[in-house]
């Protein structure tokens, strides 16, 4: 039986799909993705969707408590940010298997002002990240190679700027230089793109500034481990 309204996610788990709870999980997030962004047939909302997120996570869907962690880490009207509860289902999310996680809840130990345990977390990021790779697929490597870009770019960019120290080893960084650099490339476009929009001018400035090449950003964030 699929899950057509939020409504009827107070009946019995045994209403809905028997006892396959992992079943109900995913029919849980995929609802939730659907009011997360809206769709032909349903309205955006961000409320039900962090509640089927956390009614998911309550079943061990670890994409459903990543969701929910990135809901609360940066807030979506009318949700309000909340640092702690988003790093709980990011160690939720972790404790599952998905070690995306562990570059969120770094950043979240940053925000918060407690940079050691945030390098503990990126130390960690980098290191599942090259394990998982290892015995990936070439499609598999395409989707780490994307993660550890876009996640790579959050360490990067404090450990260049000094938020942080630059703990990961340049073999970890190094493992990684294609993505990184891609996507330091793109990152740098898009935000030249957005300050003719909407004009972010510092971070435009920082980007001018740190990475004349994203290279050069690579090998300044590599020289701070001095």
Not at 2 to 13: C, K, N, R
Not at 87 to 115: D, M, P, R, Y
């Amino acid at each position: 039986v699929g899950i057509a309204e939020v409504e009827v996610l107070t009946a019995p788990h045994d209403e809905l799909l028997g006892n396959n709870e992992e079943g109900l999980a995913d029919e849980l997030f995929e609802l939730g993705m659907s009011y997360l962004y809206g769709t032909d047939s349903v309205l955006a909302n961000a409320r039900k969707a962090l509640k089927l997120f956390e009614q998911a996570s309550a079943l061990g869907h670890a994409e459903a408590a990543f969701a929910a962690g990135s809901i609360y880490r940066w807030g979506r009207e009318p949700i309000p940010q909340d640092l702690e509860k988003s790093l709980e289902f990011h160690k939720k999310a972790v404790a599952g298997g998905n070690w995306t996680s562990l570059a969120c809840i770094a950043n979240i130990f940053e925000a918060a002002g407690q940079t050691v345990a945030a390098e503990k977390y990126w130390i960690l990021f980098f290191d599942e990240a090259s394990k998982a790779n290892t015995s990936a697929d070439a499609d598999k490597k395409n989707e780490i190679a994307g993660i550890v870009g876009l996640y790579g770019y959050w360490y990067c960019n404090s450990a260049s700027d000094g938020a942080i120290n630059a703990v990961v080893s340049h073999q970890r960084l190094a493992e990684f230089d294609d993505a990184l650099t891609r996507f330091l490339n793109q990152r740098l476009v898009s935000e030249v793109n957005l300050k003719l929009k909407t004009g972010y001018e510092k971070s435009l400035k920082f980007l001018r500034r740190k990475i004349a090449s994203a290279d050069g950003f690579l090998n300044e964030t590599n020289e701070r481990r001095v």
